[in-house]
């Protein structure tokens, strides 16, 4: 049905290539029927703009013009009228189909609208933030600004979580290997282990030995399931703690030994890393924590004591040295991405991660080099080095003894009233000596201060005292807002975050170069003249004392407001001038 | 009399004789009119130091500066150098001032040392004065009110005029302040640049940049 026998023409003069027209999803396809003409086309519904089409009954062969957005016309020659409109009903579907679609893009696409991811996001923000819930509501709700417009300052905050989310690591399970258990049947011998893709994993990430063994035997030498048996058969003989009998089948089988060997790849690695120690480091916190020596030491396990004995075989291995390997591979992460049920692949892909991070240990020379360098900068005494250079200027403080005797000469150049000066300084030590000689004849007067002037001292300072504490409170250092009611408190608060807000897109829109700014700030001076009555309103429905105070408060919020308004204003001014400028200059040319 | 008293005028009596020679010697030179608070603090300093390095005993000192005399601004950051010392070494230093206008200095030494300010109208109390409000030790204080000052003069002291100042200039480097702009800093060197508000006005294109606008 969607096929027809056309012919393609670029042009209106150009003769035509015979081929066959097809409507698929999408887009429309034109096949020349000569498969060697490179006249193929291809037209994505989306793309195409018009169509036109000749009228039936007119001397003209049924066309059909189609018009793409780049304004290129794709003519195709019918062979009847009926096959064109049967075609152009398919377009026309197409096309509307084609404009239903593109609706939802296109609103997310324009203005720069966010995702829905975007969306989600902003509104965790603002669940989590109650004070932002509040200036949302308030601006974004009553359309003084825009969604875009309140979150494009607070792009930090949207974006923080997003980058967090996709950097966190998935950890391992700090449940140990060795912990799993056999589950006996509890009639025959036969004993059952449980293996995951998950266990395995730990397996080889804490026993290199093994995944090294794995590599080598699995399958050449043996199944993955006698592999598997047989490393279990080890574990099992570690848990019965029969070192014997461990140690004579180890003999017998050696594939069975490599399992019960202490793990050689974990101890070169561990030989690697003591290399690497700081040896500058202070251990001092480990002293006395050698406690081997004490009776009934040692850590409960399984029910049996688990002591470490220096001289035990080969064949054990104490419960300390399996927690700190298992801690260390916990630590390390899952720094694989293979997530395959082929144990095969995984063992592979650990053995690799290894060895790269241990030819990084080996090249980074840099690594050793610094090494050497603390060592030698911690070696020193810290007060000897030399003071070390940051980058900043040196405060150049000059020469302080400037300060004060450019004060003497200063303090010279201005009039004084030396002459009565000089005589108040006699006169004062005429007074002294007086009051002095005459404390020496009379004594002290008797009481020594009058019960009069004391108690107008006391009740002079309880006044003052009282007032005082009136003015600013019990406590001097406590804060003004303290003491206002907590619904007034909170509002004057919130009209101080407000207040900021818009000024911030006030400020913002400085220089308005487009109709669009010049809008937004009518918006926002409104909004802000709402403010100010706002504020009017609160000062006078606080009580008659705090009212001073809160309109201490108030001021530096309306004089920033009025700042604004009058940058509002001035700016109006000179545009209204420029423009009635403009129209006179225009009318004069 | 009581022997103390005795020894006591016989100390005032000489110390006020000594200074009235001295004031004679050089009464060819200007002196300064305002009292030498930054000295007197200073060696008050170094006594109370003195006193917590001999021993292991915390006396709890405490400063107190009877003033007659007006400030002298020239003594500016000497002062407030002795008052931040006072206030490291947690030595309140109370003031009282006699006088018609109060003292900046020593409403911003009590403030910043956590001192007691007051100003006495009635000069014939002021034994009572100095008994009830400064007498009282640090312990006794956490329990008494306290006359507290209803607000305390902070005014500075420019560095070039030595005069005291309501607004200044401060160099963003060193907080020197100055009563006047200053192409350089006259404390640390500082070269200051042209401010932003002179140089918006010189050129007006500034204004009629044209912007991108956020949206079109």
Known sequence: MSDWRVKYKSTVKDPGTPGILKIREGMLLFVPNNPNSDSKLKVLTPNIKSQKYTKEGSNKPPWLNLTNKQGRSHIFEFENYQDMHSCRGFITKALAKCEEEPKKPAVSTSAEQASIADLKRRFEVLRENSELQRLHKEFVETKVLTEDEFWATRKKLLGKDSIRKSKQQLGLKSMMVSGIKPSTDGRTNRVTFNLTSEIIFQIFAEKPAVRQAFINYVPSKMTEKDFWTKYFRAEYLYSTKNTAVAAAEAAEDEELAVFLKPDEILAQEARQKIRRVDPTLDMEADQGDDYTHLMDHGIQRDGTMDVVEPQSGQFRRSLLQDLNRHAAVVLEGRNIDVDSEDTKMVAEALAQVKQVSKADGETTKDANQERLARMSRVAEMEDLQAPQNFPLAPLSIKDPREYFESQQGNVVNEPRRSGTLKRNVHEAYGLLKESILEIRTKGLSDPLIKPEVAFEVFSSLTRTISTAKNIIGKNPRESFLNRLPKSTKDEVLHHWTSIQELLKHFWSSYPITTTYLHTKVGKLKDAMSNSYSQLEAMKESVQTELRHQLSLLVRPMQQALDAAFQHYESDLQRRTAKSVRGEANGGVV | ?216
Not at chain 2, 162 to 184: A, N
Request: aromatic share 8%; hydrophobic share 35%; with cysteine.
């Open chain 2, 1 to 216: 009399m009581p022997a103390l008293f005795g020894s006591l005028l016989e100390k005032l009596e000489d110390f006020i004789a000594r200074d009235e020679e001295l004031a004679k010697e050089d009464e060819h030179v200007e002196r300064i009119a305002s009292s030498l608070l930054s000295g007197s603090l200073s060696m008050a300093l170094c006594y109370i130091q003195r006193v917590f390095r001999s021993g292991h005993l915390h006396p709890q000192p405490r400063i107190l500066c009877l003033q007659g005399s007006p400030d002298g601004p020239e003594q500016y950051v000497a002062v407030m150098n002795s008052i931040f010392s006072a206030q490291r070494l947690m030595v309140p230093i109370d003031s009282c001032y006699i006088g018609t206008q109060n003292s900046a200095f020593l409403q911003q030494a009590s403030y910043i040392t956590g001192g007691v300010h007051h100003a006495p109208k009635q000069l014939d109390g002021l034994f009572q004065f100095l008994t009830t409000i400064f007498a009282t030790d640090l312990h006794t204080r956490s329990f008494i009110q306290l006359p507290k000052p209803v607000g305390v003069d902070f005014r500075a002291s420019c560095f070039c005029h030595k005069k005291t100042i309501d607004m200044g200039y401060v160099c963003s480097v060193c907080l020197s302040i100055f009563c006047e702009h200053h192409k350089k800093c006259s404390t640390c060197g500082s070269v200051f640049g042209q401010s932003k508000l002179d140089g918006a006005n010189a050129s007006s294109s500034v204004n009629d940049r044209k912007r991108k606008a956020p949206d079109s």
